[in-house]
């Protein structure tokens, strides 16, 4: 057990924020599972190429998407985008944030949503802006199995996921 477990029933919805390959967007599919299992809504974020790796699964409420590309839109463009995300994210009141990645991005999301509580990696290097803009932070064990790592976001926030919820929906 964790002295600083997250209150869920307070949380109401979380993001969780998977900012990586495609091929791992469907390692995190338990997390979402977990949580909706646990009374949460829960929306996610990921790059445009791995949103087809969640559309349609059952935990999930809204997916949100960043464009790999938006850069090569133009400022203008690429600025607009980004603000349409940054105020239907922030519409979503979200309670809690599970960050999966290392993104600066989602340390950002971490301080400028108003969400209560956020958890993320340790990754070193981000030094203290990283550390700050989360509440709770978990360590990334080396030739750790991804589902399991993914999963290690959520009992640093004291969910302790059974056996038959770690399983990988196809």
Same mark, same amino acid.
């Given at each position: 057990?964790?002295? %600083? /477990?997250?209150?869920?029933?307070?949380?109401?919805?979380?993001?969780?924020? #998977?900012?990586?390959?495609?091929? %791992?967007?469907?390692?995190?599919?338990?997390?979402?599972? @977990?949580?909706? $299992? !646990?009374? @949460? =809504? @829960?929306? $996610?974020?990921?790059?445009? %190429?791995?949103?087809?790796?969640?559309?349609?699964?059952? /935990?999930? *409420?809204?997916?949100?998407?960043?464009?790999?590309?938006?850069?090569?839109?133009? /400022?203008?463009?690429?600025?607009? #985008?980004?603000? !349409?995300?940054? &105020? %239907?994210?922030?519409?979503?009141?979200?309670?809690?944030?599970?960050?999966?990645? =290392?993104?600066?991005?989602?340390?950002?999301? /971490?301080?400028?949503?108003?969400?209560?509580? *956020?958890?993320?990696?340790?990754?070193?290097?981000?030094?203290?802006?990283? $550390?700050? *803009?989360?509440?709770? &932070?978990?360590?990334?064990?080396?030739?750790?199995?991804?589902?399991?790592?993914?999963?290690?976001? &959520?009992?640093?926030?004291?969910?302790?996921?059974?056996? $038959?919820?770690?399983? @990988?929906?196809?």
């Amino acid at each position: 057990m964790v002295k %600083d /477990a997250v209150p869920l029933a307070e949380c109401g919805r979380a993001l969780m924020i #998977k900012l990586c390959h495609a091929s %791992d967007v469907p390692l995190a599919g338990p997390v979402l599972s @977990v949580l909706k $299992a !646990r009374g @949460v =809504e @829960v929306d $996610a974020l990921v790059y445009d %190429d791995g949103a087809p790796q969640l559309q349609g699964h059952p /935990a999930l *409420s809204q997916l949100h998407v960043v464009g790999r590309h938006w850069k090569a839109d133009g /400022a203008l463009s690429r600025l607009s #985008k980004e603000r !349409r995300l940054f &105020l %239907d994210l922030k519409k979503r009141r979200y309670g809690l944030i599970v960050n999966l990645s =290392e993104q600066a991005r989602a340390a950002w999301l /971490a301080c400028t949503l108003g969400t209560r509580y *956020s958890v993320a990696p340790q990754v070193p290097g981000r030094g203290w802006l990283w $550390a700050k *803009s989360f509440t709770h &932070l978990f360590p990334v064990a080396a030739r750790r199995d991804k589902v399991e790592l993914n999963l290690d976001a &959520l009992r640093r926030i004291g969910i302790y996921p059974g056996i $038959a919820e770690r399983e @990988v929906i196809p």
